[in-house]
């Protein structure tokens, strides 16, 4: 199993974070957030990216740290989703409360919020 986080798999393209917000599905546990969409990369089969709100943390030493731990639990964990696509996705990680969750709390928030996922994709492709 890969536990790793390679550069190719970053997030960072403005026309996929656009069609992200504009076109994007979501699921929710809280007080995390996922956004997704299907792209039509070749190269990986995930694109992620994190976001931690200014409106909840002001300084940015708080917002780095949730994201470096949202960073570490998507590395974690990833192969819950990667067992379940069957195409690309564009994923991107929301940290939404002021509430300063420990690394064990937001690690299984996340991992529940993977398996949402994961359902989710389930009842897509089986619609379509």
């Known amino acids: 199993m890969d536990f790793s986080y390679p550069k190719n798999e970053k997030l960072k393209s403005r026309k996929t974070i656009d069609l992200l917000f504009s076109e994007g599905k979501s699921v929710s546990k ?5 956004v997704f969409t299907p792209i039509d990369e070749v190269d990986e089969k995930l ?7 200014k409106k909840y943390f002001k300084k940015a ?15 974690l964990n990833k192969h ?6 069957e195409k690309p996705y564009a994923i ?6 002021s509430e300063r969750l420990s690394y064990q709390e937001i690690n ?5 919020l993977f398996e949402k996922f994961s359902a989710s994709i389930k009842t897509e492709t089986e619609s379509s």
């Open 47 to 53: 694109k992620f990216g994190v976001s931690v709100s």
């Open 92 to 97: 991107m990680f929301f940290y939404q409360t």
């Open 61 to 75: 030493v708080d917002r780095n740290y949730f994201k470096r731990v949202l960073r570490e639990c998507y590395r």
């Open 30 to 34: 809280y007080p995390l957030r996922l």
């Open 108 to 112: 299984e928030k996340t991992v529940l």
């Open 80 to 85: 819950l989703l990667l067992e379940v696509m």
